[in-house]
């Protein structure tokens, strides 16, 4: 099995599946979900094109599909529930699953899938979809309460976490990990920067900058999951340096958990230091309670860079 994008040219495979699902459901008993011509082609069209609609892909032949979002608060109807989420983490959302029927295990296959992307995943279904209900309990889901949805309809929610752990490079392989995602990172965050300075910037160059503090104490860390590295941290005495992510992975909460993780490792009132241009960088730590010394370094002319520090 493989999931890739859904095309538009497969539609009637598609809304066989939907057909399919619902006639499922029908069978065992769900007579309230998927009524009234849902989901319906043009919705189906309009995940197509935004891109959030997905296939299980087996032996070239579709055998499942499903809607796929991740975001902030990218689904409007989980933000009010009778119950609660166990946090307020970007997550991800599995909706309008339909599988042929000839594959085993397509709702746990698509759940790594997504968890791959973001570490957080919410899913939400009819408390007559024992089906669904019963995949959730196996594959470690956690009922969170009930949601409404826009047709003032409930549905049980579920949420995921997947464990993203946080170690300190000690080998050549951890720091050529490391100095890989700061190299790709810190390129794409420093686009002001002439183009042959950017260059310069190679894994192999970052990764001797990061042996080269470790040498004299700085200890980085590095975030991965499903053991991917997505981000990293260093930590010189109080001072947090180096937070980067894949640009891929950002604004999923991979910044904020590496800071939180800096942050307890300190043992202190830690202190950073920001570009003054770096508007991402500055939100995510006024936001955890950083706040400006008044201290500044100028690194040419026309570049600064600001001191911050954690609030007591």
Same mark, same amino acid.
């Given at each position: 099995? @493989?999931?890739? =994008?859904?095309?538009?040219?497969?539609?009637?495979?598609? %809304?066989?599946?939907?057909?399919?699902?619902?006639?499922? %459901?029908?069978?065992?008993?769900?007579?309230?979900?998927?009524?009234? *011509?849902? =989901?319906?082609?043009?919705?189906?069209?309009?995940?197509?094109?935004?891109?959030?609609?997905?296939?299980?892909?087996?032996?070239?032949?579709?055998?499942?599909?499903?809607?796929?979002?991740?975001?902030? @608060?990218?689904?409007?109807?989980?933000?009010?529930?009778?119950?609660?989420?166990?946090?307020?983490?970007?997550?991800?959302?599995?909706?309008?699953?339909?599988?042929?029927?000839?594959?085993?295990?397509?709702?746990?296959?698509?759940?790594?899938?997504? +968890?791959?992307?973001?570490?957080?995943?919410?899913?939400?279904?009819?408390?007559?979809?024992?089906?669904?209900?019963?995949? %959730?309990?196996?594959?470690?889901?956690?009922?969170? *309460?009930?949601?409404?949805?826009?047709?003032?309809?409930?549905?049980?929610?579920?949420?995921?976490?997947?464990?993203? =752990?946080?170690?300190?490079?000690?080998?050549?392989?951890?720091?050529?990990?490391? *100095?890989?995602?700061?190299?790709?990172?810190?390129?794409?965050? @420093?686009?002001?920067?002439?183009?042959?300075?950017?260059?310069? @910037?190679?894994?192999?160059?970052?990764?001797?900058?990061?042996?080269?503090?470790?040498?004299?104490?700085?200890?980085?860390?590095?975030?991965?999951?499903?053991?991917?590295?997505?981000?990293?941290?260093?930590?010189?005495?109080?001072?947090?340096?180096?937070?980067?992510?894949? =640009?891929?992975?950002?604004? +999923?909460?991979?910044?904020?958990?590496?800071?939180?993780?800096?942050?307890?490792?300190?043992?202190?009132?830690?202190?950073?230091?920001?570009?003054?241009?770096?508007?991402?960088?500055?939100?995510?730590?006024?936001?955890?309670?950083?706040?400006?010394?008044?201290?500044?370094?100028?690194?040419?002319?026309?570049?600064?860079?600001?001191? %911050?520090?954690?609030?007591?």
């Amino acid at each position: 099995m @493989h999931i890739r =994008p859904a095309g538009e040219a497969e539609l009637p495979r598609l %809304m066989a599946l939907f057909d399919g699902g619902r006639d499922y %459901m029908r069978r065992n008993g769900n007579t309230v979900q998927w009524v009234n *011509g849902y =989901p319906s082609e043009e919705l189906i069209r309009q995940d197509i094109a935004l891109g959030r609609g997905f296939v299980v892909e087996e032996g070239g032949v579709a055998e499942a599909v499903f809607c796929y979002l991740v975001g902030r @608060h990218v689904e409007p109807t989980y933000a009010v529930i009778d119950g609660a989420w166990p946090d307020d983490a970007p997550y991800g959302v599995i909706h309008r699953l339909a599988s042929s029927g000839k594959l085993r295990g397509v709702m746990g296959f698509c759940a790594e899938w997504a +968890l791959a992307r973001c570490p957080v995943l919410r899913v939400d279904t009819h408390e007559s979809n024992t089906t669904m209900r019963t995949a %959730m309990a196996r594959l470690g889901f956690t009922e969170c *309460g009930t949601i409404i949805l826009e047709d003032k309809t409930p549905r049980i929610a579920f949420q995921k976490r997947r464990d993203c =752990p946080i170690r300190e490079c000690r080998s050549e392989e951890d720091f050529r990990s490391a *100095g890989a995602v700061l190299s790709k990172a810190w390129q794409a965050s @420093h686009g002001f920067c002439p183009p042959e300075f950017l260059a310069r @910037h190679t894994p192999e160059e970052r990764t001797a900058y990061l042996e080269a503090g470790a040498a004299w104490g700085k200890r980085v860390f590095t975030l991965s999951n499903g053991g991917q590295v997505l981000g990293l941290v260093s930590l010189c005495g109080g001072r947090i340096g180096d937070l980067y992510v894949l =640009p891929e992975a950002q604004g +999923l909460g991979y910044g904020r958990r590496l800071l939180d993780f800096a942050i307890r490792e300190t043992g202190t009132a830690p202190t950073l230091w920001i570009l003054e241009n770096n508007d991402a960088a500055r939100r995510l730590y006024e936001d955890r309670g950083f706040a400006f010394t008044g201290r500044e370094n100028r690194l040419s002319p026309t570049l600064r860079e600001w001191e %911050m520090a954690l609030k007591a």
